[in-house]
């Protein structure tokens, strides 16, 4: 069975800093598209970043976010730097088994998903 878990979300303050980490098992990704989405209430899930052959953001996150993989640990991560309250949401590994070379930004194109973890930026 394969599962995406993701961990590392919580409460912190304006132009602080957290790390994400999404531990994948029952297969390895290492030659495919990893990513990263968020999603608020009533929102669409929204993509942030992703890496395959090239890596790709979105860009409200460009120059504060970057993703980052460990292929040995099957492991993805996300280091977010000078938070904003507006970053506030539930974060998302996702996994492209079919994908590579593109990165895709379409939240559909990911056929795995972790349960999410929150990330709260607030005084």
């Known amino acids: 069975q394969v599962q995406l878990v993701e961990s590392g979300g919580g409460l912190v303050q304006p132009g602080g800093s957290l790390r994400l980490s999404c531990a994948a098992s029952?297969?390895?990704?290492?030659?495919?598209?990893m990513a990263w989405f968020r999603q608020t209430p009533g929102k669409e899930r929204e993509f942030v970043a992703a890496?395959?052959?090239?890596?790709g953001y979105a860009d409200s996150v460009k120059g504060r976010f970057r993703i980052s993989r460990d292929n040995a640990k099957n492991a993805v991560y996300l280091q977010m730097n000078s938070l904003k309250p507006e970053d506030t949401a539930v974060y998302y590994c996702?996994?492209?088994?079919?994908?590579?070379?593109?990165?895709?930004?379409?939240?559909?194109?990911?056929?795995?998903w972790g349960q999410g973890t929150q990330v709260t930026v607030s005084s």
């Open positions: 996702a996994a492209d088994s079919q994908g590579y070379y593109v990165v895709e930004r379409d939240w559909g194109k990911y056929d795995y």
């Open positions: 029952g297969r390895t990704f290492n030659n495919n598209v």
């Open positions: 890496n395959g052959a090239t890596t």
